[in-house]
């Protein structure tokens, strides 16, 4: 069951009234009863004083009365006393042995054993007072005369040692207790209607405490809880909800807070709202790039597939390479065997021309003689040598020039070195021309003739067999170089066959690491996706939130 | 013919073989502006090309050659060298790098590559640089 806060400050309110009434009741009623018994037992005291007022008047009286009287003369007037409705006097001895009494068949009885129902021995205490005390009361419970019963009673006993007597006479003092009785009762009943005005008193002082209270707790607690609580029962995430504050107290304090804290949280709200537009436009752009990243991953993909294809292919043609190099190192090695043979053939056509050469060796000595002879023409031969010289400069100038105006000037650059060579032969030739100038100089008619063609064919024969050998060595050099070259283009293309290879697998590697960044690229673009989704939701919850503009929320808790 | 494009490999590079104190030269004939012997027609004081890249003592050609070039920024500079000795066209591949332990101090004189010859090497120079340095 719910208990609302009203109920439960006025039932609390209720209970400590209630509670307070209650005890000032109870301790008011504690009160009185304790001075109704000191009343009731004043009220009891006072009759019995009465009482033994009453009783020791008679005895007094009848001891006056009888002092003076013989013993006979005595009983006669004891017997004869009566008082009220019931009283009487007895007289008897310090034996315990009545004189007189008012029923004559205990006459001259010791009643030493007379006792009551609790035990007491009756009258052997009352001479007992009598004897040490001279007189006094004893209470007691005696039989009323005539009946079974006994009741509470009260004598008194005065000793006349004079005489040997003792006077006693009692009284019943139920009636002091029914008395006293009636006088608590009535008491009891004036405590009664008293706690029962004070309960009443209590309960319309607590129903008019309570209207006040309800008053207060409705204007000042719970009416403005109940407002707040309503309010924020409508809430329904409208942060520009604003809680009245009432007072200063706790629950204008608790009103303050809760506007602080909807400011608080509107101006949160706001930037959350500002910050979820942000991460929105963040996962587009993060998907959008992982777009272009995915396709240009797929371009690349396919740049590398077109790679490793053309690589295989080009793999493949190095390998022919390879094959029609280690062809051509093999031709390479045969002409190299053949120009080798053809070198040898020459050099026996040089031993030959050596030979002949030697069958000349005379014709050479008058040669040589007109040589010496011919030093007189040196001077024309340095002449010639200078030209040549010269004219191989030009042939040089030239070179420059026809290599300088480029596939123009090969032609050009051919002649020149034709020049070159011709000026080379030129200055070869002066020495020749000077053996023969010398040799028409020193043998004019015995030599010429044949010296002359003999001369000429030496030349000429040496000439070619000069000119076949160092063609054919430098064939030799040619084919040596043309066979290394071979092996050594052999060599690199199974390098780069090699290199082919590894440049092929680095290919497929890249291949591979592409695709894996394709996958990577599609898995980031399902985050992306899942983060934009993240980020709508985001946005349509901060949406439910009903926000004011930024500044507007200052005032409120102000 | 471009004597970089020559550098580069692309074309046969035509050279202009020479040789001082008994080492063999090769320069690029784009390079070569004429030849002609000691004394004729030179500009300023000819360079003596022994001289120029340290190799100590006096020339002692007797009949020294002397090769018109183009120095640095299109400058014509006349060195004096032992004996011209032949164009020809060399191949790009036949053109070796120097040795990287002497290519920096190499290309500093000049120096840029080597060309095997039968019975020799040949050092190839650029006179561009050359005159630089």
């Keep these: ?558 | 013919m471009n004597g970089e494009a020559a550098k580069r490999g692309i074309f046969p590079l035509p050279v202009l073989f020479f040789s001082v104190g008994g080492v063999h030269y090769g320069v690029s004939t784009d390079q070569v502006l004429s030849a002609a012997a000691r004394g004729a027609s030179e500009d300023g004081e000819p360079l003596w090309f022994q001289r120029e890249m340290g190799y100590g003592g006096e020339p002692a050609c007797p009949r020294p050659a002397a090769v018109a070039v183009k120095a640095a920024g299109g400058k014509r500079l006349t060195v004096l060298i032992d004996s011209l000795e032949e164009i020809a066209e060399v191949a790009p591949g036949e053109i070796r790098p120097l040795p990287p332990l002497v290519a920096r101090h190499a290309r500093r004189k000049g120096v840029w590559g080597v060309i095997p010859r039968p019975g020799r090497m040949c050092l190839l120079i650029d006179f561009a640089l050359w005159t630089k340095s």
């Design chain 1, 1 to 558: 069951m719910k208990i609302t806060l009203r109920r439960k400050v006025l039932g609390l309110i209720a209970v400590s009234v209630l509670l307070t009434a209650f005890v000032i009741t109870l301790v008011s009623a504690l009160s009185i009863v304790r001075r109704a018994d000191e009343k009731a037992a004043a009220y009891k005291e006072t009759l019995l004083s009465e009482r033994k007022a009453q009783i020791k008047g008679y005895v007094e009286m009848a001891a006056k009365l009888v002092e003076n009287l013989p013993l006979e003369e005595a009983k006669k007037i004891v017997r004869g006393m009566r008082y009220g409705d019931k009283g009487y006097i007895w007289l008897q001895d310090y034996h315990n042995v009545f004189l007189t009494y008012v029923d004559p068949a205990e006459e001259g009885k010791d009643q030493t054993d007379r006792v009551d129902p609790t035990g007491r021995h009756i009258i052997d205490e009352l001479t007992k007072v009598a004897r040490d005390q001279g007189e006094g009361f004893l209470n007691y419970y005696g039989y009323v005369p005539g009946q079974q019963d006994r009741r509470p009673k009260i004598s008194f006993a005065k000793g006349m040692p004079r005489n040997g007597w003792i006077v006693i006479s009692g009284l019943y003092i139920d009636d002091i207790d029914r008395a006293v009785a009636e006088e608590q009762a009535r008491i009891r009943h004036d405590v009664s209607i008293t706690i029962a005005v004070q309960l009443g008193v209590a309960l319309a002082a607590t129903a008019l405490l309570m209207l006040g209270s309800a008053f207060f707790v409705n204007r000042y607690i719970t009416g403005p809880l109940e407002r707040i609580t309503r309010i924020m029962m409508h809430f329904n995430n409208d942060l520009t909800t604003t809680i009245p504050v009432a007072g200063s107290d706790e629950v204008g304090d608790l009103a303050k807070w809760l506007n602080e804290h909807i400011a608080g949280l509107n101006k949160s709200i706001r930037m959350v709202a500002g910050a979820t537009g942000g991460l929105h436009n963040h996962a587009g752009a993060i998907s959008s790039a992982i777009s272009q990243q995915s396709s240009f991953a797929a371009q690349l993909s396919s740049s590398v597939a077109e790679m490793t294809s053309t690589m295989e292919e080009l793999s493949a043609s190095a390998v022919q390479i390879a094959q029609h190099s280690q062809g051509v190192v093999e031709r390479a090695d045969r002409t190299l065997a053949d120009t080798r043979s053809g070198a040898a053939e020459v050099e026996a056509l040089t031993v030959k021309i050596s030979s002949i050469n030697s069958g000349m060796q005379a014709n050479l000595a008058e040669i040589v003689e007109l040589g010496r002879r011919s030093k007189e023409i040196t001077k024309i031969m340095e002449i010639i040598n200078n030209i040549a010289n010269q004219t191989k400069l030009i042939a040089f100038n030239a070179a420059l020039e026809a290599a300088s105006a480029g596939e123009a000037g090969k032609r050009f650059g051919v002649v020149a070195v034709e020049i070159r060579r011709l000026a080379d032969s030129v200055v070869e030739s002066t020495a020749e021309i000077e053996g023969k100038i010398t040799e028409i100089l020193d043998a004019v008619n015995r030599l010429v003739m044949s010296s002359e063609k003999t001369s000429l064919m030496m030349q000429q024969s040496q000439e070619s067999a000069s000119h076949t050998v160092a063609m054919l060595n430098s064939m030799v050099d040619g084919v040596e170089e043309s066979t290394d070259s071979a092996r050594q283009i052999s060599l690199s293309t199974k390098q780069q066959q090699i290199a082919s290879g590894q440049v092929l697998l680095a290919i497929r590697e890249i291949d591979q690491g592409v695709r894996q960044s394709t996958d990577s690229a599609r898995e980031s673009s399902v985050v992306a996706g899942e983060l934009a989704e993240l980020a709508d939701k985001l946005k349509s919850l901060v949406t439910t939130f009903k926000i004011e503009p930024d500044g507007a929320a200052a005032g409120r808790t102000g």
